[in-house]
């Protein structure tokens, strides 16, 4: 009788199971290996179809909230200094977005009775005023831009964001009477120098440093 190929393996194997299971396992890992191959290439296809394009989305939606915080004080500043009534410089408004030269600059007293942020607030007029909370809701509407364009998965970020788009909204609805005003102004001030209720003057921007861990 002619032996099978089988058969003759199992010849040179031996005729005991075990080795009829290592004689059958090739196909066996050519099985894992196209199992392997498949994960492989999903894998891949999702890194470069999915996570890929989410981060670059993250990146970009982080650097326009970051540059828009950055034209925000810009403009917010360029309408204090404007509300003193004298002339000053596009580098003067670069330095006073620093938290400590901002405080520094506004706290030296022009006059014997008031600093600069008295005067300020003592000479804004209903235009600026409305300049300021046009600002705000600028601000407003990019941080719900980015709370809405990218799923934010750090709990504190998504939360701190969500309760400055709060804040400000409260702001921008403000009347222009006086005791809103001063309001505005105190909510202004943490902003440009990091004042705290709680924690007194900060060293940090917590706004900035929220936006740069999106």
């Not at 670069?94 to 938290?99: A, G, I, T």
Request: aromatic share 12%.
């Amino acid at each position: 009788m002619v032996k099978t190929s089988d058969d003759q393996l199992l010849s040179r194997l031996g005729s005991s199971k075990l080795e009829w299971a290592f004689v059958r396992f090739s196909t066996g890992n050519q099985i894992i290996f196209n199992i392997s191959v498949g994960v492989i290439v999903s894998i891949f296809i999702y890194l470069l179809l999915v996570c890929l394009p989410e981060r670059r989305k993250r990146a970009r939606v982080k650097k326009n909230l970051q540059h828009q915080y950055d034209l925000f004080k810009e403009d917010c500043i360029t309408t204090f200094l404007g509300a003193l009534h004298q002339p000053y410089s596009s580098e003067l408004i670069s330095e006073l977005k620093d938290r400590h030269k901002f405080k520094s600059y506004f706290k030296e007293h022009p006059t014997q009775d008031q600093n600069r942020w008295d005067v300020v607030f003592n000479r804004l007029d209903d235009y600026m005023l409305k300049n300021l909370l046009v600002e705000l809701e600028i601000l407003r509407n990019e941080i719900i831009f980015t709370l809405s364009a990218i799923d934010i998965d750090n709990e504190e970020v998504f939360a701190f964001l969500k309760r400055l788009s709060q804040v400000v909204y409260r702001i921008r609805n403000w009347s222009q009477q006086s005791e809103e005003r001063k309001e505005l102004f105190r909510f202004m001030w943490s902003i440009h120098t990091g004042w705290s209720i709680i924690e007194g003057y900060q060293d940090k921007d917590i706004i900035a440093e929220t936006i740069n861990a999106i």
